[in-house]
């Protein structure tokens, strides 16, 4: 009802609707337009960084402009690009294929959106404000205690306030998934995306906080003068890795497990196949995310801690080469059999297998502790991760986005597009990256703003820039591709590529409250269950009713903004205690936001039966 | 289940807190963010076990810790950990008025706690020069016990504003499930603490 | 072990990978030529692992392209169901059971060359050579304790011998490698002192890097570890230690410059004996290869080094403009005559490639 009259009123009313909207598939729509902001940022920065190295010696951009350069890509690709793009497919997905209306605490999905983006907002304001941080992504101590300037003091703000938000989310679908699941949806009938998301959840929840401690201590230090990594007051800088690392290397099971889960519908779905080996996947999935804490020290094997400890870190590492293997098996087994059908999102995914198959081998290389003596920080480590993340995140996300787009704004991505976007991008991303690896191993470090001439770098060094000129091509035409759909495709039905789980068993985009009737769920893949009966749509689980569903609030968006206000006053403190009234003010307005949320009821509104029979008219239900 | 019902409900069920779906949801979200809370107090327990030999000179733990304040704060937040627990007794049997008594007087057992938590710091500030910024084991020990000091502090003004809120209108099924969390948080609180007691001040007396 | 591998290596598929991969990187710098005992023992490991790793994907890839290639749906196939098998209880286990036997083959080197290297055995014994290694922004400090000898930028060590190398750093982590004999390993300022050894099979000038992002003159931190043989090594420790920092120069500018140099550059740097200072120890200095790590010796750069080492280091300690240049060129000269030995100068350098 909120959204009929908005619309009407054009667009301060919209701007305003999105502002105060706890309504999942709206907030979907915010992760993607900021994360998809921030890859092009991220993107662009990758650019500077291979033009940069384009030549021997270059002299394209400063050292100390490079070092910023190279610590916001990572930083924004991974906390601002990355899983905001995750959140906003598992916030316009997973309601829909458990059947459920909303998510569990639709004010706290706001409220992590809100804090992601201000978080990343006040990250970038570095760049205007006398220089962005230059540590690196991973941001070690002491080169980040003592870096002058603000920059270092950027990135512990905003990762403060946007990882707050990660940790709400990560409780928000957790909850959302245990509870809200439709009559027989049980746990061994979620498709692999919800599955999933509820341990890549279960991770965020388990990891954040260590990344919170880090960053605490590293703002303490260089904001109020303690000393956990001054070692001349007895401080141990080693203290940040650990903690760093306990959550980054969760951090880069968090990125890519969303997308295994929605590679698995998208196998299942265009090999009009069910998933091979489902138990098996499942329970991949879940000895990923477990495993994935074990292994953070295989990040730290050059620090010294001992032949032991490295051993014991290698070898723990090595077996989630294990599951990962069970999934590549299960995916080539799904297909196998099926009747492979070859769209943009299929395109995607097939491609991801040898190229995902690649970076896991070389990360089973890597664990190799004695090995990582050379490869470690060299542009092997560069290549690896880009092979997972790129090949597999970034892979995944297109094929994700390709599959779930009709899902969220009712149309299908233009397929001819979608895949010339497909080609250049996936060529120049080989061309990129699979030459790093033989960088690294012939010498070139990460991180180096210039290598010299004559250590016979220079050649793969130039093939790595054309490659990424070929990935901002494909990029490009994925933009044009989504602005030429919006104008000129047209509408599709609620089910366009013949699916199978139950998102696809409501209109696109779906009705403010997702489900007219509760679905009943017979078995994994509700939706081509009863197809295979014969049936039109699924069976209603309850009869028509008045559906309950939660109000619209602008606090989560004031709350953040007060914490942002607070960022610039703690940074700038340092410099003027005048710059504590910007820390009261911004603690005044989230505190006193919390207040209000906390005192003033919030029961939410009814939709009522008369309006869902309207609306039924009009061809909404089914 | 209507707005009405929610607030005036005609029968209290037996568990109000989780009565409703946003009480079964906010029950079960809690808990999960308790776990994440147990990583938070686990990482600042590491970071205090890595430094709390770099005391940079006399101010060691030995030297510093006096067992009695301490053990009295402790008895102070048990206490008021098991006067919580009476009070989500009483808001089973659906008294709202003994239930509001006995989180008052939690709340006052809390407020001491903290009353002798900044009694120590400045103690240690004034009579020994021990700062935050003298060294990393100085660091160290007023992040962690601070950082439990913070828990308290909000705990408390939590709990304190659902008792201002409330005390008008008793107990329904859309507050019920928010005293029931608040006193979950209180038991984390109190918990953290018995490790804090233990790994920080017996552990250092002991040495 | 050795023997162990050395077998490995033998076979026909390593073979063929052996001299693919031998033939990427310069000699000298690439860790794909091994000239150490570290770094052979490291190319082995990985042929052992890059072998393991292209049979998986080999067969991933047979399955790939056979899926891709028989099950693509048809024209006129559309509405054809396949059949919606669960899965296959003896593949899952299969596709489990071998990958961990690979990775057991793999695993096994993995720790026994872990432990080979975090070896510390002979360090104790009369005669071993230990070296004390320092990272500071932006060059490597080595100090040879027992010989109270304490040089920058390029470590001289004797052929066919363990040395030992005590790590830490002055300010920020740095990670001292030098791919060509052996892997890296970080210098953590504080207590984290680490420990590890360098075997250089040939003489030779080989080039070191810093792998540990360390301000922005991360990637200009190079230096070289000069190895040469045993007699030699013995006469360039008897050369160091006869470096006399009042020894009066030749030419009458150098004077000049030694005077300049006594009076502004000598609180942070030093001549000759076993201390170092905020600055690099220029004892040879003359000799080097390289200035600054970066630039070839000849005295305009060293003159633009002196007068502006910002723009050539950005970020480095060294003050800028802190003597004219007509200054500079002094100090230059007497720098350049700073040829305390010439052992080193004859072993083979990296050659620019191709």
């Known amino acids: 009802m909120s959204t009929a009259t908005a619309q009407k009123r054009g667009l301060g009313a919209a701007i305003w609707d999105y502002l105060t909207t706890v309504d999942h598939k709206k907030i979907a729509h915010l992760y993607l337009v900021a994360g998809g ?37 990572g930083t924004t690709m991974i906390f601002l690009a990355a899983m905001p793009l995750i959140f906003a497919l598992m916030n ?21 959106f809100w804090l992601f983006l201000f978080g990343g907002l006040m990250l970038n304001v570095s760049w205007f404000t006398g220089g962005a941080p230059d540590a690196g992504w991973t941001n070690y101590a ?58 890549t959840s279960t991770l965020i929840l388990f990891a954040f906080p260590a990344l919170t401690v880090g960053l605490f201590l590293m703002m303490f230090d260089r904001m109020f003068g303690s000393a956990f990594f001054d070692v001349g007051l007895g401080g141990n800088v080693i203290i940040w890795e650990h903690l760093f690392w306990i959550f980054g290397h969760p951090e880069v099971y968090i990125l890519i497990l969303p997308l295994f889960g929605a590679f698995s519908d998208i196998f299942s779905n265009f090999s009009k196949k069910r998933l091979f080996g489902y138990s098996a996947m499942v329970f991949a999935t879940v000895l990923i995310g477990f495993l994935g804490f074990m292994v953070w020290a295989h990040h730290m094997f050059t620090v010294g801690m001992g032949p032991i400890a490295n051993s014991i870190f290698a070898v723990a590492t090595m077996a989630i080469a294990v599951p990962t293997g069970i999934k590549i098996f299960n995916w080539l087994f799904t297909m196998w059999g099926g009747q492979i059908k070859m769209t943009a999102a299929m395109l995607w995914s097939i491609a991801f297998i040898p190229s995902f198959t690649i970076g896991g081998m070389t990360g089973v290389m890597l664990a190799a502790a004695a090995a990582d003596y050379q490869y470690h920080d060299t542009y092997f480590v560069v290549g690896h991760f880009h092979y997972v993340i790129v090949g597999g995140v970034v892979f995944g996300l297109f094929a994700a986005l390709h599959y779930w787009w009709p899902k969220m704004f009712g149309k299908v991505l233009n397929e001819k597009l979608g895949k010339l976007a497909f080609w250049p991008f996936f060529i120049g991303f080989h061309l990129t990256f699979f030459i790093q690896h033989f960088l690294g191993l012939m010498g070139m470090p990460r991180r180096y703003w210039v290598f010299l001439e004559g250590q016979g770098l220079d050649a793969g060094n130039l093939i790595s820039t054309i490659g990424a000129f070929l990935m901002a091509i494909g990029t490009v035409i ?10 000129k495709e047209k509408k599709v039905s609620g089910d366009p590529w013949n699916g199978r789980t139950l998102e696809w068993s409501i209109p696109s985009p779906p009705p403010h409250y997702n489900f007219v009737q509760t679905p009943l769920v017979r078995g994994l893949d509700p939706l081509w269950v009863e197809k295979m009966d014969g049936k039109e749509g699924m069976t209603p689980a309850e009869p028509l009713g008045d559906i309950h569903m939660p109000n619209a609030s602008i606090l989560p968006f004031t709350i953040s903004l007060g914490l942002f206000i607070a960022g610039f006053g703690f940074i700038y403190q340092v410099d003027d205690t005048v710059w504590l009234i910007a820390v009261f003010a911004g603690m005044g307005i989230t505190l006193g936001s919390m207040l209000i949320r906390s005192l003033k009821d919030d029961l939410g509104h009814h939709i009522h039966k008369e309006e869902l029979e309207e609306d039924i008219k009009k061809g909404v239900g089914r | 289940m209507s707005h009405e019902d929610v607030l005036n409900p005609k029968h209290m069920p037996h568990d109000p807190e989780k009565a409703t779906l946003e009480g079964k949801n906010k029950f079960l979200g809690f808990w999960f963010f308790l776990g994440g809370e147990t990583v938070l107090f686990a990482s600042l327990f590491g970071t205090y076990l890595a430094l709390n030999g770099s005391t940079q000179g006399e101010n060691t733990p030995e030297h510093l810790f006096g067992l009695e304040l301490v053990f009295i704060m402790t008895m102070l937040l048990l206490t008021s950990s098991l006067t919580s627990v009476y009070a989500m007794y009483h808001m089973k049997n659906h ?39 003298s060294s990393a084991f100085g660091s160290a020990f007023y992040t962690l016990v ?36 608040a006193s979950l948080y209180w038991h984390f609180i109190d918990v953290v603490w018995v490790f804090i007691f233990t790994v920080v001040y017996l552990m250092g007396k002991v040495g | 072990m050795r023997g162990w591998m050395g077998k490995f290596r033998s076979l026909l598929l390593f073979g063929a990978l052996t001299l693919i991969l031998t033939g990427c990187g310069i000699e000298n710098v690439s860790a794909l030529k091994p000239k150490g005992y570290g770094s052979e023992l490291l190319f082995d490991l990985m042929m052992i692992s890059i072998a393991i790793m292209i049979f998986v994907f080999v067969i991933v890839m047979a399955i790939y392209a056979f899926v891709l290639f028989r099950f693509r749906e048809k024209k006129g196939q559309e509405d054809v169901i396949p059949k919606q098998t669960e899965g296959n209880k003896a593949l899952e286990v299969i596709w489990t059971v071998i990958p961990i036997i690979l990775l057991l083959v793999l695993a096994i080197p993995t720790v026994q060359a872990t432990f080979d290297l975090a070896d510390q055995s002979s360090q104790d014994d009369e005669g071993t050579l230990t070296i004390d290694v320092t990272g500071n922004q932006y060059w490597w400090q080595f100090t040879y304790a027992d ?40 210098t953590n300022p504080g207590e984290n002192t680490n420990t590890m050894y360098l075997e250089a099979y040939e003489e030779g000038v080989y080039e070191g890097f810093c792998a540990e992002l360390c301000g922005p003159s991360h990637s200009l931190m190079y230096f070289k570890v000069i ?128």
């Open chain 1, 37 to 73: 902001l921030f890859f092009l940022i991220g993107g662009l920065e990758a650019m500077l960084i291979r033009i940069q190295l384009m030549k021997p010696d270059n002299n394209f951009i400063s050292a100390g402009l490079y070092n910023e350069m190279i610590t916001m890509h």
């Open chain 1, 92 to 112: 316009a997905v997973v309601p829909l294929q458990i059947g459920a209306r909303d998510v569990a605490f639709p004010f706290l999905n706001s409220l992590g």
């Open chain 1, 142 to 199: 002491p080169l980040s205690t003592s870096s002058p300037g603000h920059g270092v003091d950027y990135y512990v703000m905003g990762l403060q306030i946007s990882g707050a938000g990660t940790l709400i989310g990560g409780i928000n679908f957790l909850v959302t998934i245990v509870n809200m699941r439709a009559p027989g949806m049980t746990y061994m009938r979620m498709p692999l995306f919800t599955w999933s998301t509820f341990v």
């Open chain 1, 478 to 487: 994925f933009l044009i591709n989504v602005v030429y759909t919006s104008v």
């Open chain 2, 95 to 133: 008294n709202f008025g003994k239930m509001q008594t006995w989180l008052a007087i939690t709340v006052f057992l809390g407020l001491a706690f903290l009353g002798c938590e900044i009694y120590e710091f400045y103690h240690y500030i004034h009579e020994y020069g021990f700062t935050f910024r």
């Open chain 2, 146 to 181: 601070g950082f439990h000091g913070g828990h308290v502090l909000f705990g408390l003004s939590w709990i304190t504003a659902l008792l201002l809120r409330n005390r008008k209108r008793g107990l329904n099924l859309y507050n019920a499930p928010k005293y029931y969390i």
């Open chain 3, 147 to 186: 010989q109270e000898i304490s040089t920058s930028q390029e470590l001289y060590i004797p052929t066919n011998e363990r040395v030992y190398l005590n790590m830490k750093s002055s300010d920020v982590i740095h990670s001292f490698w030098v791919p060509a004999i052996s892997g890296k390993m970080d």
């Open chain 3, 227 to 354: 190895a040469v043989s045993p007699d030699q090594y013995d006469q360039w420790v008897e050369d160091m230690k006869n470096v006399d920092p009042e020894a009066e120069p030749e030419t009458a500018s150098a004077q000049e410059g030694q005077e300049l140099f006594n009076n502004n550059c000598m609180s942070c740097h030093a001549i000759g004996g076993g201390s170092a200072g905020v600055g690099p120890n220029l004892a040879n200095f003359g000799n080097r290869s390289k200035i600054a790590g970066i630039l070839e010796p000849t005295k305009e750069n060293l003159k633009d080094w002196i007068v502006h080492p910002d723009e050539i280091k950005p970020g480095n300690q060294m003050p800028a403009e802190l003597v004219t240049e007509e200054e500079a060129d002094k100090i230059a000269d007497y720098l350049l005559e700073l040829q305390h030995s010439d052992v080193g100068q004859d072993v083979p350098v990296i050659e620019a490639s191709e």
